[in-house]
């Protein structure tokens, strides 16, 4: 079964960053577009970044310039690299993918950016 699982989450303060990863399972990583999520709290969940089977990306106005999400299929994880942190970069990252209609979600990682 489709398992993805994301970690790397943490505490950083204002300006600092984090690597996420999520480690994927249980389908052919290499062929599928790779999405992190995030919600805030009180917050609807929001697209971040995804990365396609080709590695093209995109990204939410809010973080370009400021993250990158990347992939090793080979490793079959899926990483978001976060920089200049902000304290409204506070969320829980959820790592996605979907097959037709079907949506897979990781548990999702908690980052707290506070001085």
């Known amino acids: 079964q489709v398992q993805l699982v994301e970690s790397g989450g943490g505490l950083v303060q204002p300006g600092g960053s984090l690597r996420l990863s999520c480690a994927a399972s249980?389908?052919?990583?290499?062929?599928?577009?790779m999405t992190w999520y995030r919600q805030a709290p009180g917050k609807e969940r929001e697209l971040v970044a995804d990365?396609?089977?080709?590695?093209?990306?995109n990204y939410a106005d809010s973080v370009k310039g400021r993250f990158a999400i990347s992939r090793d299929n080979v490793k079959k994880t899926v990483y978001l690299q976060m920089n200049s942190l902000k304290p409204e970069d506070t969320a829980v990252y959820y790592c996605?993918?979907?097959?037709?209609?079907?949506?897979?979600w990781g548990q999702g990682t908690q980052v707290t950016v506070s001085s």
């Open positions: 996605n993918t979907n097959r037709g209609s079907i949506n897979y």
């Open positions: 249980g389908f052919t990583f290499s062929i599928y577009r």
């Open positions: 990365i396609t089977n080709t590695k093209n990306t």
